[in-house]
Each structure stands twice: as C-alpha cells, then as structure tokens.
C-alpha cells in the first residue's frame, strides 16, 4: 500500500532517517489518505528526540515540546514532529503526568485512542499496523487500542471522540467500546467545556448528526448536553409531527447545512419544548411559547459550551424567530415589521431553518405549509428587490437633516426617527426626503 504525501513530509522524514532515527506520518493523515480522503494536517512520529529534530531543521517551533513535539516549518507550512512517547499516570482522565520518551514505535502507538489512528507509514517501511487499523477501517468500527477503560481513564474526551469519529466516518463502535463509553461517561465531566465544544461542534456538523442519538444511549449527552436527553425523552402527540422532540430535532439537522451556527440552532431550536408541554383533553400536545422560552435556554447552554459570542447571539435569535410565519397568512406589512425586528441579516438562516424544521414534521398539511414558505420568501425577496426600507439607516432622513429642519441634538432626534421609521414601516412610499420632512414638522407641531 502506498500513501502519498506532500513533499515536505516526505522530505522531513527522509531527513530525519537519513540521520539515522525512524520516522513515519502517523494517524489521522494515515487514516484518511487510506479512505481516499484529503488530510487535513500530515503529523509525523519519530525517534529523535525534539533537540535532535531541532537540530535538523531551519526552522522549528516548540509546539508542545514539554511532549515532545516540535513544529517544522516548510515553506511556510508546519509540521507537527513527536517523539515517541509513553504516557505516565493520568490523574485527571485529561493528561498524562509526565510523559517519557521511547525508542519504540510499537510503544508509542500502544497510547493512541483507536485503531484507525495507530497506523504509521514511511515509504521503506510501508504500513505499520499492529491493532488492525484497516481491518476496523473496512469493517467501518470505532474500537479502543488495546482495553477500552483503560484509554478512556488517560483522557475521557475519547469517549465523545467515539462517537464523533463514528459520525465523521459513519462507522459503528464496537461492542466493547461501548460498554467500556457506558462505564466511564461520567468522566466527561472532568473535561474541559472548551474541548467538548469542539467535538460537539465537529459531530452535529458531519453528515450523519443522527450520531447524537448514540451519544445519548450511551449517557454521553446526560453529561455534556442534559437538554438534549430531555429533548429525547418528550413526545409530540399531534398531528404535526410523527417524532419525538429529540428525533425530530435530529431531522431537522439532516435537513440544513453543516455550517456551525445552522446546525446549533437546529440542535436547540426546539431546546424548550420539554418544559413547554401541556397535553389538552384529548391527548394533544401542545408547546406554547417554546420559541421565546428556547432563547435564553439555547444562550445559556451555548455560553456554558463556550462558544463565540456571535455564533451565540445569532442561534438564540434563530431560536426566537424560527417558528415565525408558520400561520401562512401573513401580509407584507406584516413582514416588514418582522423582518425589522428580527433584522434583515438573520433572514438568510431564519428561511434555512424553517425549511428543515418543516421537513422534520409529519406530512400533514406539508404541501400547504410550503406554499406559505414559499409566498413568505417571494415577498421578502419583493421587499428587497424594492429596497424597502427596514432600518433607521435605510431612511431618507438622518440626524444631520434633522438639525436642517431645527432639532436639536440629543435623545429627541432618536424619537424621531424611530417615528418616521414605523410609520415607513407601513407605508413605504413615505420614504423620501419630501415625505420625511413633512412628518418631521408634523412631529414638532404636536
């Protein structure tokens, strides 16, 4: 078997061999060149030390070198060089203690996660693989290196990284994986929000987000996201939908982009039906309010995930608004004041979600919600085209023509054109400059 790899890589193993110490890509490059996929980053493993791989190179940067790597830069790329490792004692299911170099390469891929990520390669060598990484690869299972709570003891973010391999790959995990994920759950909660973050982000954005689902039966979502374990656990009896609240959720993410911020809203737009829930006399469901009760609910898991301040503002207004037009009847004053409110940037998302959030219903009256999704986008396609005004800033009066027109600066200015802009709002013909003076005297007549 052979893999290719950038010329750089190449060279920095040559170079390092050439000098009488092994060297090898190792890992994900491994993996995913096999899979005929492009790696992202190519890490190389070696046994130099990090002084002598230093010693190589132009250029290098102490990455992490406390653990041995070192960054070799090459034409302005770095590449990440290790040295061959044993891992100490993990105290805290996050890292080791203290880590010790080996001669060994056998040794240093004894410590890594799962099979799939301890393959090496070098072209004298070819493919190193003593866990069967390719007969997992072609089985398409997750599976431990070696004892499964003994991997997940050193660092329990591998238990989240099961699952999102599994989603990347849409692969299974092995049987005992599982139980050794169901076993040490818990210890997800010694891991930082900031790396769950990333491998939830990495999961719900793969093309098999249905994956969450196993996060939730092994009681990985009951550590890192509870609000999805009571999403889960909160039917829908109605006629609009055939689903839980939770696997309905998981359609809708089937159903819009893998763009990070489209994907945790439609992970938490329906963040607040559990506590929504009233049943009528006859069996209904029904989720009251759930879209302005789900805005702070999806602000507060979001922060507590640590995400970017816009990705937060931007989802938890996703959540507010996306169940607005869902009535159908909706006229264009109408919409102008919403798209007002809700800002003209978050329409571009907002018809996104909608359109997913009504491919995860039942398909009861779906032909007619269509026609009323499809009338709510010509319309604001309409307003636009007509370059309707939907802000202050859209006006044809600012405050410098407000003092023209003998106002005073300060807070009355803003009163002012907030009045302007309502009444624009339902009449759009009103915005000239003509028309705006004439209500700014009005105005100041009263």
């Known amino acids: 078997m052979k893999v290719e790899m950038p010329k750089a890589a190449g060279y920095i193993i040559e170079t390092l061999m050439k000098h009488g110490y092994e060297a090898y890509i190792v890992g994900g490059c491994v993996r995913d060149s096999i899979l005929g996929k492009q790696p992202q980053d ?24 406390e653990h041995g790597t070192v960054t070799v830069m090459i034409d302005k790329v770095g590449y990440e060089v290790t040295t061959y490792r044993v891992d100490g004692k993990y105290e805290d299911h996050r ?3 203290e880590v010790t170099f080996t001669a060994s390469l056998l040794e240093d891929l004894k410590r890594r996660d799962f099979t799939i990520n301890a393959m090496a390669y070098n072209e ?14 072609q089985k398409g299972i997750i599976r431990c290196v070696g004892v499964p709570q003994e ?107 893998p763009v990070p911020v489209l994907r945790w809203a439609a992970l938490l737009h329906d963040v607040a039906k559990p506590m929504c829930r009233t049943t009528d006399e006859k069996g209904r469901d029904h989720f009251y309010h759930h879209p302005k009760e789900g805005a702070p609910i999806a602000h507060q898991v979001l922060r507590r995930l640590k995400l970017d301040n ?10 507010e608004w996306h169940d607005y037009g869902l009535e159908g ?30 491919m995860g219903h039942s398909e009861y009256n779906r ?45 009355i200015m803003g009163e002012i054109l907030n009045a302007l802009l309502q009444q624009v709002l339902e009449q759009p013909e009103l915005n000239t400059e003509e028309r705006l003076s004439e209500l700014v005297s009005e105005y100041q007549n009263r």
């Open 42 to 65: 190519w890490d190389i493993t070696t046994s130099a030390t990090p002084e002598q791989t230093k010693a190589l190179f132009r250029r290098t940067i102490d990455t992490g070198i």
């Open 95 to 97: 890292r080791p203690k």
């Open 151 to 257: 991997r997940f003891d050193e660092d329990a973010l591998r238990i989240l990284r099961a699952v999102r391999f599994a989603a990347q790959l849409n692969f299974e995990i092995e049987e005992e994986t599982q139980d050794a994920i169901r076993e040490k759950a818990e210890f997800l909660g010694d891991i930082s929000a900031e790396r769950i973050q990333v491998e939830l982000t990495k999961l719900i954005t793969s093309k098999h987000p249905e994956k969450l689902i196993d996060a939730y039966e092994l009681g990985i979502t009951r550590i890192v996201l509870p609000e999805f374990d009571a999403m889960m656990e909160t039917p829908q009896n109605n006629i609009h939908h055939c689903y839980s609240v939770g696997r309905h959720t998981i359609e809708v993410m089937k159903h819009i982009e």
């Open 329 to 358: 009847n909706i006229s264009k004053k109408t919409l102008r004041k919403a798209l007002y409110r809700m800002g003209p940037d978050l329409f571009d998302n907002y018809r996104k979600l909608r359109w997913a959030d009504m």
């Open 124 to 137: 004298i060598d070819g493919l190193v693989d003593e866990f069967d990484g390719i007969g997992d690869l």
């Open 367 to 411: 032909e007619n919600n269509v026609k009323a999704y499809k009338r709510l986008i010509q319309m604001q396609k309409e307003i636009i085209d007509a370059e309707e005004c939907l802000s202050i800033k859209d006006l044809k009066m600012d405050g410098k023509k407000l003092m023209e027109l003998g106002v005073k600066p300060g807070p």
């Open 310 to 319: 816009e990705t937060i503002h931007t989802v938890e207004r996703l959540v």
